[in-house]
């Protein structure tokens, strides 16, 4: 309970000053202040932009023209705002959360068993290192390698402009990522505690649904949550897919705002505001398990 | 209540063999020892009675059923981990309650009968935590409630105390004894610590390299060891080894070493003539079957060279020509270190350096 108080109050606590951060049990530690210096300068290269994006939006168009620029807008306004509804971004935003959702549900669906199968059952050890293998390979290639094959691919079948193309194409793109990561995860697991549900009477589906899952909740969330924020930002695979507003996901109308001529930095803004919204909700929320998450599955040693 | 009959188990992982040829029956209500030096195959063949590995060979037995082909939860034994294997993210209560949630018991029998295990372990306040908040002794014994409360045909233990302090062992090795009385249950122990075994077992059965090496009472296996590894393995101070060959002497037979003139009862002799017609063979003696006088008369002489008192006894450290003998004393030893002792042999063992077997 003590620790939960603390991290509510330390988190309502206003942000504090380098040097006051460097002051450790009553004495003055330069290496901290270092630390601490080196870490606000990472914090603010991260946030300037979105903070820039953020402003823009609601900027004058005299304010974005402003040389130099201005930080604070002298004359705040919603134009852009109205203009990007009225576009019905809406509708890509919801394109953009159905096709995201479906595709990291299914993905898990799909890659929770894979993982669980290259860690638990006893399979020679170079099958799951060829299959493994070959997953990570697909991983690391860049997606503009497979985008225009898959294109080809998906015009033979006609299924482009759909919005199951994608879920079905982020799914596979991603699984292999997933697996890799999950099967650290379930290696972090002693296989007697899985062993003592099979001998309390228990099936082995059983074992996995009621012991093994619960125990690694907190990284099969942030497994999910960056899945979800891969697919809510893919771009170059969606360029190729989407041709109408049906599919039209909102990296694909962000970049839909820029016309031929007359570009309107406020409308671009505002789309670009709105696509980052929910991934800070979510990496905020989230940070707890998400932090856990990338290092409970890499490093297994500790 | 079950016994169980294991009938030519072999078990290979890959290439190699961990379990070959076993035969064990463990009778119904009986406490037996798997006991052997890590890697002798006795986890193996306990993973095998449970369900979790399938023989490569043989078959297994449960009452009258062959359970070759059962999965764990259609064989009816309770299994407790040396690393107990507690469910993290439930609380003790729901650890011990969960094999009778599976078996679908009713709500108000499983509060009764979870209670009823966690008084007789002595655990009720614990019932709340989870097994992270609880100490080493008490995850034991919230592991044992776990086995303990679906009444299983037969219990598993695979090393259960093994991770608690020393102290702590030797009050709960009594009590998993107890409990096993008052069950009646049939009952599977591996462990590796021969003190252990011979303290809780009915029967032992000593295990090395995948090979049962002798089934018998902890007396029988402490008195009349079968051969010169079990002779080796099981006492708390090693039993002593004196290599050498049997001889005519005078009409008599004795053993004779490079240190040592041991006569052989003729009985013995006999049996020795039969078993092991070449003579060369190995006299085990145990520490407190030498006797000893401080007169320097007598041809089996040696000198002491440490003393090691242990409270309750002492054991005498004796080296002649680079063999080492251990000899147990009273506490309140005479002998001194440095002093010449003349050694009889009162009881003692002999191996054929071939086999390894003992000649009896």
Redesign the interface.
């Known amino acids: 309970m003590a620790q939960t108080e603390a991290r509510e109050t330390a988190a309502t606590e206003t942000v504090p000053l380098p040097v006051e951060m460097a002051v450790q049990e009553g004495r003055f530690n330069l290496r901290k202040l270092l630390v601490v210096i080196v870490l606000y300068l990472a914090a603010f290269w991260t946030l300037v932009p979105m903070y820039w994006v953020a402003i823009s939006s609601i900027k004058s168009l005299r304010d974005l023209a402003h040389i130099p620029p201005r930080f604070f807008p002298t004359d705040p306004r919603l134009d852009a705002w109205v203009t990007i509804f009225e576009r019905r971004i809406l509708e890509n935003v919801y394109n953009s959360l159905v096709v995201a959702t479906l595709a990291t549900i299914i993905c898990l669906i799909i890659s929770v068993p894979a993982a669980y199968a290259a860690t638990r059952m006893r399979l020679p050890f170079k099958f799951v290192a060829i299959v493994v293998g070959l997953m990570g390979l697909v991983a690391l290639l860049p997606p503009i390698a497979s985008a225009i094959p898959l294109f080809l691919l998906g015009s033979d079948l006609g299924i482009i402009d759909e919005k199951y193309t994608l879920i079905i194409l982020y799914t596979v793109l991603n699984t292999a990522f997933a697996v890799w990561v999950l099967r650290g995860t379930f290696m972090d697991v002693?296989m007697?505690?899985e062993?003592?549900?099979?001998?309390?009477?228990?099936?082995r589906f059983?074992a996995v649904r009621r012991?093994l899952l619960?125990?690694i909740f907190p990284s099969l969330f942030s497994i999910a949550i960056l899945l979800f924020i891969f697919n809510w930002n893919e771009y170059i695979i969606a360029l190729y897919f989407v041709n109408s507003m049906k599919t039209m996901t909102l990296p694909i109308a962000i970049q839909a705002q820029i016309p031929q001529h007359e570009l309107d930095w406020g409308v671009v803004s505002a789309a670009g505001t709105i696509a980052v919204f929910p991934v800070l909700v979510a990496a905020f929320t989230l940070q707890r398990f998400l932090v856990r998450g990338l290092t409970f599955g890499v490093a297994s040693g500790q | 209540m079950a016994e169980v009959r294991i009938e030519g188990l072999t078990k290979y992982f890959g290439d190699t063999c961990a379990v070959n040829q076993l035969n064990l029956v463990v009778n119904d209500g009986d406490l037996v020892v798997l006991l052997g030096p890590s890697g002798c195959g006795k986890t193996t063949t306990m993973r095998c009675v449970a369900g979790l590995e399938r023989p490569t060979y043989g078959d297994i037995y449960i009452g009258e059923t062959r359970v070759n082909d059962l999965e764990p939860r259609e064989r009816d034994v309770a299994l407790v981990f040396q690393s107990y294997a507690l469910y993290p993210h439930f609380t003790a209560f729901d650890n011990i309650a969960y094999p009778l949630r599976l078996r679908k018991t009713p709500k108000d029998e499983i509060e009764r009968r979870v209670r009823d295990v966690a008084e007789m372990l002595g655990i009720t306040h614990t019932l709340e935590r989870p097994p992270g908040l609880c100490s080493g002794g008490e995850q034991q014994r919230i592991a044992l409630g776990r086995a303990i409360v679906r009444e299983p045909v037969v219990f598993l233990m695979d090393e259960p105390l093994s991770n608690i302090d020393a102290l702590l062992r030797v009050y709960m090795r009594a009590e998993i004894k107890r409990l096993q009385h008052e069950l009646g249950t049939t009952m599977i122990y591996v462990t590796h610590d021969q003190v252990e075994g011979m303290t809780m077992a009915d029967q032992i059965a000593v295990m090395n390299q995948g090979t049962l090496q002798q089934l018998g009472t902890p007396t029988e296996i402490y008195d009349m060891p079968a051969n010169n590894f079990v002779a080796r393995f099981v006492g708390s101070t090693p039993m002593n080894f004196i290599p050498g060959a049997l001889q005519k002497e005078n009409g008599k037979t004795v053993h004779k070493s490079d240190q040592f003139v041991i006569p052989v009862s003729t009985e013995m002799a006999d049996r020795a003539a039969e078993l092991c017609p070449g003579g060369v063979c190995t006299l085990g003696v145990r520490p407190e079957e030498i006797r000893f006088s401080m007169d320097d008369e007598g041809t089996n002489q040696a000198r002491v060279f440490l003393l090691e008192p242990l409270g309750s006894e002492t054991i005498l450290d004796i080296e002649k020509e680079g063999l080492l003998l251990k000899v147990k004393d009273v506490a309140a030893t005479q002998v001194r270190e440095g002093d010449v002792l003349s050694l009889s042999f009162n009881r003692f063992h002999l191996f054929d350096d071939e086999t390894g077997a003992a000649i009896r």
Do not use: Q
Not at chain 1, 195 to 203: H, I, P
């Open positions: 002693p007697d505690v062993e003592a549900a099979l001998m309390d009477g228990d099936t059983g012991i619960p125990l």
